[in-house]
């Protein structure tokens, strides 16, 4: 329904940006602010919660000093969108107590996922630390002394139709789940070369991150000095670290459609997926999805000779094509072609009856902003005293959409 989401402070800073079908320019939170602060359409001289420019919808409401706003290019309900807004704002504020600018800085992992569940419908992945020890136990009954700690980052990619990247970002967390007794002192070693924000920029193989905070258990006495965090972990499972990236990175897929007409009543799709990543690695339950134009009555696919664990489908109640790969190793690429029959002609741009083509997927052991825990040390350690350590890395798809 809506393209994108953000939300502005007084002076216009983007505190929460999410890109949803990427059909609207990056910079529409700035052409935005300007059209708003200089309104001079009306006498009292405040912009009406909905107006257009250039083609673009805006929806805004003001709620305790901050802009909530939502773009558009097609026609929807403005009051609508305008009460999803509001009722966004209560939702947000329900779950971090108040509403302003600090509290959506300091949580903003949190906000991104709930911008999710409430305007993109998906349910809120649980941490991927699992809930109780592999081995819970060693020969003899003895409690099995093990620590959990998993990066885990979704990851937002647009491209457009030539393939290029519109917008990236990484929203990542990592989290640790301990069976440690007695409570020790865990350090946490980072990549020396982490940076906060750009200004201490330490070159082209830094790892920037846009924001971070912390669990209240975590002292930064020398996370300046060497990117080392220390913590007392409490019971359960926790996030230890949030962070954002906005930076430009390499995604892990680079994905493409074509949709051409081949008759009156016929159409042609050519999926192309790549796997970026080491052969090493493989991604799991990846799942491609593209709506179809509204008079497509059937579909027919075709995919590559001895291809095994794919899965086509045409969902006719909302006329959507999904494929399906059950695993994809680095380093492949898989095509898939389908043609199209429609009920009736086309009167348009088909290239605008379709898409944009979404994508899902889960990559055990792979990270896309190279963040690492260089290693992980315990502080209670003897030589009868040396617990089984596991540090995991997973990527998912928080929005990963290519247009047409």
């Known amino acids: 329904m809506i393209s994108q989401f953000f939300v502005l402070s007084q ?3 983007n505190i929460v940006f999410r890109d949803y079908r990427g059909e609207v320019q990056k910079g529409s939170p700035e052409t935005f602010f300007r059209k708003v602060k200089f309104w001079k359409e009306d006498a009292d001289g405040d912009a009406p919660p909905v107006f257009n420019v250039d083609g673009v919808n805006y929806f805004h409401v003001k709620v305790a000093g901050l802009l909530f706003v939502a773009t558009t290019r097609i026609n929807v309900s403005p009051s609508l969108v305008l009460e999803l807004l509001q009722r966004t704002a209560r939702v ?24 999710d569940e409430v305007i993109q419908g998906t349910k809120r992945m649980p941490g991927t630390a699992i809930t109780k020890s592999v081995v819970a136990n060693e ?15 979704k990851i937002s990619v647009t491209f457009n139709s030539s393939g290029y990247i519109l917008t990236s970002e990484i929203d990542g967390t990592i989290q640790m789940k301990s069976y440690l007794t007695g409570n020790p002192e865990i350090r946490v070693a980072l990549n020396e070369d982490l940076s906060i924000g750009t200004s201490d920029y330490r ?7 846009d924001d971070c905070n912390f669990h209240e258990s975590v002292h930064l006495d020398s996370f300046d000095i060497d990117r080392t965090l220390s913590l007392v972990p409490p019971d359960g499972e926790f996030p230890v670290m949030n962070y954002r990236i906005t930076q430009a990175f390499k995604p892990p897929f680079r994905i493409n459609a074509l949709i051409e007409e ?3 009543l016929k159409a042609e799709v050519t999926i192309k997926v790549r796997a970026e990543f ?14 179809l134009p509204t008079f497509t009555a059937r579909v027919n696919f075709e995919l590559e000779p001895g291809v095994v664990g794919h899965t086509t489908d045409f969902k ?21 072609r389908a043609k199209l029959t429609f009920s009736q002609e086309l009167h348009g741009n088909i290239m605008k009856e379709a898409g944009p083509l979404s994508m899902t997927f889960t990559i055990p052991m792979y990270n896309s902003s190279r963040l690492q825990v260089k290693y992980l040390q315990i502080a209670k350690k003897s030589k009868t005293h040396n617990p089984y350590r596991w540090v995991r890395y997973v990527t998912q798809a928080n929005s990963y959409v ?3």
Not at 319 to 335: C, D, M, P
Request: neutral net charge; hydrophobic residues 40%.
């Open 316 to 336: 006719e109640a909302n006329k959507r094509l999904e494929w399906g790969l059950k695993k994809v190793v680095g380093g492949s690429e898989h095509t898939l």
């Open 139 to 153: 020969p003899g009954g003895r409690k099995r002394e093990e620590i959990f700690v998993d990066v885990i980052e």
């Open 11 to 13: 002076r216009g800073d």
């Open 92 to 115: 947000i504020k329900d779950y971090l107590g108040v509403l302003n600018e600090d509290s959506f800085r300091k949580n903003f992992v949190l906000v991104y996922e709930l911008l």
């Open 262 to 264: 081949t008759g009156p």
């Open 278 to 291: 080491n052969s090493s690695i493989n991604a799991n339950t990846v799942l491609v999805q593209m709506p």
């Open 203 to 209: 070159g082209s193989g830094a790892v920037i991150l």
């Open 402 to 404: 290519a247009r047409l």
